[in-house]
């Protein structure tokens, strides 16, 4: 009999169109007295066409890398999954409320790593009491005092590596439906690297489904079992980890 596979991602022929404002192709101060002139807004407007008619449905328990050179629409993919971004056209259905996972996810640089802990549990519906119980175990996750008392230190005092780590352990530490993370592993360490691909490993195990963004193809390798390559907002491909990363690889070197 064949295993049912419950979906929890359906990307249905999404567009994304980008409209960018104060972009006129011709920004002489003549060229702004003409748009004056002529009282058209639109010569200011130009428009990012990001995505192009992607679809694609991802399933309970697996783990999907999403690869692509520079500007090909990795992020943006990411970012309407997550809800963040309404579609141009198409649409994203999704089971439960997506969480995802940035190198920029928001911290408050003046606080305590300890203090963003908390905030950022609380901040993912946690309750008080798992928050209080869990915050250590976070923190000896994030591995950020391994030279030093650096939890009780504000943010700003951390380097890049270390406020990615402790942004992956404070978002791994709930149990995630949909868990979309945006190169935040590649800025870890090879120690750090193996514990998070382990806990996405865990997640993947408790039914969920996890996207990594990655220009680690080492990252995607260990992480995901099927990967989409995005081209210029297309899917190039989309198949067995390995199959695609070896025709990336063909792809990047011919170039
Ligand atoms: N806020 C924005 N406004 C306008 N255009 C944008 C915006 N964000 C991204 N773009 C454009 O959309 C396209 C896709 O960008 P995106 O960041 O999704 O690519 P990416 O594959 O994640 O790139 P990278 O690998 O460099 O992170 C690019 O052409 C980019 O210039």
Redesign the pocket.
């Known amino acids: 009999m064949a295993e049912t596979r419950i979906p929890t991602v359906v990307v249905d022929d999404v567009h ?1 169109v ?3 404002h104060g972009a006129a192709k011709d920004s002489s101060p003549l060229g702004a007295l003409r748009r004056i002139a002529s009282r058209g807004p639109s010569a200011t407007v130009r428009e ?1 066409h ?2 192009k008619g992607v679809s694609f449905t991802a399933h309970e328990g697996e783990a999907v890398g999403l690869i ?12 309407a999954i997550a809800g963040l971004l309404p579609a141009t056209k198409g649409a994203v259905y999704t089971k439960g409320q997506p969480s995802l996972l940035g190198v920029n996810a928001a911290m408050m640089a003046d606080l305590s790593g300890e203090r963003n802990v908390v905030l950022g549990c609380l901040a993912m519906g946690m309750p008080k009491g798992e928050v209080r119980a869990k915050t250590q175990e976070i923190i000896d996750f994030s591995g950020i005092n391994e030279r030093g008392d650096f939890s009780s230190l504000p943010m700003r005092t951390y380097s890049s590596g270390m406020g990615a780590r402790l942004r992956f352990s404070i978002a791994a530490a709930k149990k995630h439906e949909v868990l979309l993370i ?2 935040a592993l590649a800025t870890g360490d090879a120690k750090f690297r193996k514990r998070s691909e382990d806990r996405v490993r865990e997640l993947r195990a408790g039914a969920g489904t996890v996207f990594l ?1 990655s ?1 680690s193809l080492s990252s995607v390798r260990d992480t995901c079992d099927r990967t989409i390559w ?1 081209e210029s ?1 297309v899917i190039r491909m989309d198949g067995p980890t390995d199959e695609v990363l070896a025709a990336y690889e063909e792809f990047s070197t011919a170039k």
């Open positions: 994304i980008y409209r960018v990012v990001a995505v692509g050179t520079n500007g090909s629409g990795k992020s943006t993919l990411l970012r945006d190169e963004v220009h995005l907002g």
